[in-house]
């Protein structure tokens, strides 16, 4: 009697198998991984201090409660300031509960720091880490949704967003790009970064609140009963003699108070020109408002970058100005630094009013352009002057191993989109004959197929570049121009 065999059911077999040898010799080793022990308590660390600043602060701003309500800017800091808490106390709610769940299963997290099973269990268990992910979203959303913000570094460090881009261009939903399939020592690494991320944020706000009624963070001297005052992105730091800053680090009176004349408060410091190396500190109100003028003239502006406007400019929007740019774009402060990113192309007008004697009291008026981004340029990675260049090596081509955009713009940190795909097409002499051979490239790394043509290349043969489509920040999609090489070794 003849037997059926299931030829099918033992190939799938025969391949799991060897899918699951491969898997096992690609695990990441666990030496590795033991160094996030230090990473991680060194975040911890990193927490707990700025917590206790936070904690500080909290008494400060409840002291100061009834000045700092009648305050508008203090008021929409402090909201903000709150939403942040509400946020790192839920993080670290959810860290307290996978430390907790693991202890029910007898392990904890450095046990499980070359694993991901359990952790990942307690990650899908009622959609925990998703739920997180909303929370911030929302936190996102709702600073992004204030008339003054002074800081959007969560969006960005944490990431926030539902889709982020891989090194080789591939995107991944956000929690398994920070935390899904990862080994437990990574994605509680994140956990903990995250925390310090919301509990700095938390800090900068307050301080900002506490700023609005003259209160700003120093070092207090026992000897000199003084306090002295740092200023970023300044060379000398200040001796400030005003009471109530005092009265916030140390409860005791200054028996020798200094002169007014001796103060040196900074009332509107302003971007550095070409005869005044530092910002310049004026009383002079017209001359402020004609040193931004001048800060603005000749700028060109681009659609979906950070534009910067103002530079070395210390003072917090919604406390001592305000700035308003019409129709709405974001408005973003970074160490002194605003920029603007505009939605879509167009005219804009940028407002700034007055707030030192806290009444709005709009300055000046400026009218300017958005443009789309300019055309995309690509080259080889890590050479700069191959978009000029004929000639080219093997080794070359492999040690690249990507194409990278560019922009004929001086200062843009990084180039502003990113390569979908481009095609690759090899001219060689074969008998007389002129064979070709073209490949598509999803992305920007050389993918296995395109690797596989580039090693049949030989002195002579020529290699085109073409159909490079990439996606600008400005949510528009353009054709760079092509590259064409003749392989010389």
């Known amino acids: 009697m003849a037997v059926n065999i299931n030829l099918n059911r033992y190939r799938l077999i025969t391949l799991l198998y060897v899918i699951f040898v491969c898997l096992s010799v690609l695990n990441i080793p666990s030496s590795l991984l033991d160094s996030y022990h230090y990473s991680i308590k060194t975040l911890e660390y990193q927490i707990k201090a700025t917590t206790d600043q936070v904690e500080f602060a909290n008494k400060v701003i409840q002291d100061k409660q009834m000045q700092l309500s009648a305050n508008d800017s203090a ?9 942040i ?20 299963k007898r392990s904890d997290v450095e046990k499980e720091f070359n694993s991901r099973r359990l952790t990942e269990d307690f990650y899908n268990n009622d959609s925990a880490i998703y739920r997180v992910k909303q929370d911030l979203l929302e936190l996102v959303a709702f600073i992004k949704s204030q ?19 891989g090194a080789n261009g591939s995107f991944k939903d956000w929690a398994n790009y920070l935390f899904l399939h990862k080994p437990t020592a990574i994605s509680y690494f994140h956990i903990k970064r995250i925390q310090q991320i919301l509990i700095q944020n938390e800090n900068i706000y307050q301080n900002a609140a506490l700023k609005t009624i003259g209160y700003q963070p120093s070092y207090y001297s026992e000897k000199e009963k003084d306090a002295i005052l740092f200023e970023p992105n300044n060379n000398t730091t200040q001796n400030i003699e005003q009471p109530e800053l005092l009265d916030t680090f140390k409860r005791m009176p200054n028996p020798s108070p200094k002169p007014p004349a001796a103060m040196a408060t900074t009332k509107y410091p302003v971007q550095a020109d070409s005869t005044n190396d530092a910002a310049s500190n ?22 979906g970058i950070p534009n910067e406007v103002l530079r070395e400019f210390n003072y917090l929007m919604g406390v001592d100005f305000d700035f308003e740019v019409t129709p709405r774009a974001d408005i973003i402060y970074e160490r002194n630094t605003y920029k603007i990113r505009f939605p879509k192309p167009g005219q804009y007008t940028l407002r700034f009013s007055d707030k030192k004697k806290f009444n709005k009291k709009i300055s000046f008026e400026k009218k300017v352009n958005a443009y789309l981004i300019p055309p995309p340029q690509v080259k080889l990675n890590g050479d700069a002057n191959s978009q000029f260049r004929e000639l080219v090596s093997v080794r070359e081509l492999f040690t690249s191993n990507r194409l990278v955009g560019f922009l004929q713009i001086y200062d843009l940190e990084k180039f502003p989109g990113r390569i979908n795909s481009f095609y690759v097409t090899r001219i060689t002499k074969v008998d007389e004959q002129m064979i070709t051979e073209r490949k598509l490239n999803y992305g920007d790394v050389f993918n296995a197929e395109l690797q596989s043509m580039l090693r049949k290349l030989k002195k002579g043969d020529l290699l085109l570049f073409d159909n490079i489509q990439v996606t600008m920040d400005d949510r528009t999609t353009r054709n760079a121009s092509p590259l064409t090489f003749k392989i010389i070794e």
């Open 75 to 83: 008021r929409v800091f402090l909201g903000i300031q709150n939403r």
């Open 85 to 104: 808490h509400e946020s790192f106390v839920r993080v670290r709610k959810f860290d307290q509960d996978l430390n907790e769940f693991l202890k029910l």
């Open 147 to 165: 008339p003054y913000r002074i800081d959007e570094q969560i969006a960005t460090l944490v990431p926030m967003r539902d889709t982020i881009a």
């Open 282 to 303: 004026t009383d002079n109100f017209d001359e402020f408002i004609q040193r931004i003028i001048t800060s603005l003239h000749s700028e060109t502006f681009y659609v």
